[in-house]
T-cell receptor
């Protein structure tokens, strides 16, 4: 069974640009969550989607947005990139989206220059 | 104060040692408790998943949850160099996949 797939794995962007990251969950999983991981702040929750609906949103500015499609695949978008957005962005999926028993992808490493 | 506190380490132990990793938390709403292992430049890998208080064992790994003390532990028996990684505790209140993570403890097992 394939795991959570995130694309691209690495990305370099310039300040002010926007970026879209993609996540394909484990087959059959309906819940997708996104996290930002930095050395200083650790893993921080961005948002959670279940059956195409955003259920929770973390404490991030509105420049961070996401969506989920009918096949459970998800995308997150960051507009007007700042240097501080450089991080590892992780996607996790689960079947029920109720207990946090979530499985992570390998992440997308975003570098903003 | 952070909702979840975890000693960042690093923790360095010889091969074969018993390792104890711990987290404390302040939110009494947490019901689900996880331990993840993360190797450098990889995503976190779910190691142990526990609901409410009690113990759970899986091979060399034992997870303990004490909700009365708001304290969780992960024990690794017969530690191996391949166990060298960062260990993250995570918690959830239920009805959501929103996880609150500890900062992670870096473990080094030397031969």
């Amino acid at each position: 069974k394939a795991g959570v797939t995130q694309t691209p794995r690495y990305l370099i962007k310039t300040r002010g640009q926007q970026v879209t990251l993609s996540c394909s969950p484990i087959s059959g999983h309906r819940s997708v969550s996104w996290y930002q991981q930095t050395p200083g702040q650790g893993l921080q929750f961005l948002f959670e989607y279940f059956s195409e609906t955003q259920r929770n949103k973390g404490n991030f500015p509105g420049r961070f947005s996401g969506r989920q499609f009918s096949n459970s695949r998800s995308e997150m978008n960051v507009s007007t990139l700042e240097l501080g957005d450089s991080a590892l962005y992780l996607c996790a999926s689960s079947f029920f989206g109720q207990s946090g028993e979530a499985f992570f992808g390998q992440g997308t490493r975003l570098t903003v220059v | 104060q952070k909702e979840v506190e975890q000693d960042p380490g690093p923790l360095s132990v010889p091969e074969g040692a018993i390792v104890s990793l711990n987290c404390t938390y302040s939110n009494s709403a947490f019901q689900y408790f996880m331990w993840y292992r993360q190797y450098s430049r990889k995503g976190p890998e779910l190691l142990m998943y526990t609901y409410s208080s009690g113990n759970k064992e899986d091979g060399r790994f034992t997870a303990q949850v004490d909700k009365s003390s708001k304290y969780i532990s992960l024990f690794i028996r017969d530690s191996q160099p391949s166990d060298s990684a960062t260990y993250l505790c995570a918690m959830s209140a239920g009805n959501t996949d929103k996880l609150i993570f500890g900062t992670g403890t870096r473990l080094q097992v030397f031969p």
